[in-house]
């Protein structure tokens, strides 16, 4: 499965660790470059690379510490509540309950309905663990114990 961007729509890109404007991949170059100067370009490499030319602002982190770099903003975005919970909650695997002793989802189905897998999830307004196409309003954080 490829996965293309979508720069139609994008507002703001942070580039960490690539250098799409120096690709061999064409169609990626292309559309990178079609889109530049619809939104905001911010470049994190070492390298002041073919894409760091293009971007908007180019930050010369030192090697090695672009993984540090990501970890420090997850938490900013985690701790500041800087994410889109609604989204989260109906297009991402986010409120899925994980049990802690086995380290591993409580429940995951094949549901052919869907088209993809299905997993358990503890829905707020029926203060239960319910199927996450089932859920009025699943919880992104709790401890909950589960039957």
């Not at 061999?24 to 070492?46: C, H």
């Not at 409120?95 to 380290?103: A, G, R, T, Y």
């Not at 094949?110 to 239960?128: F, S």
């Amino acid at each position: 499965m490829e996965i293309m961007l979508d720069y139609d729509h994008t507002k703001y890109a942070i580039v960490i660790r690539r250098n799409v404007a120096g690709s061999v991949a064409v169609a990626y170059t292309s559309r990178f470059s079609r889109n530049l100067g619809n939104y905001k370009l911010v470049v994190i490499d070492p390298r002041f690379s073919e894409t760091a030319a293009k971007a908007d602002e180019w930050l010369p982190i030192r090697p090695g510490t672009d993984l540090a770099f990501v970890l420090s903003m997850i938490n900013v975005i985690l701790s500041e509540g800087l994410y889109d919970s609604e989204y989260l909650k109906k297009y991402t695997n986010a409120p899925m309950l994980i049990n802690i002793e086995e380290k591993r989802p409580y429940k995951v189905v094949d549901d052919p309905e869907l088209g993809k897998k299905d997993y358990l999830v503890w829905d707020k307004a029926r203060n239960a663990p319910v199927m996450h196409k089932e859920a009025i309003d699943p919880a992104l954080e709790g401890e909950y114990e589960i039957e």
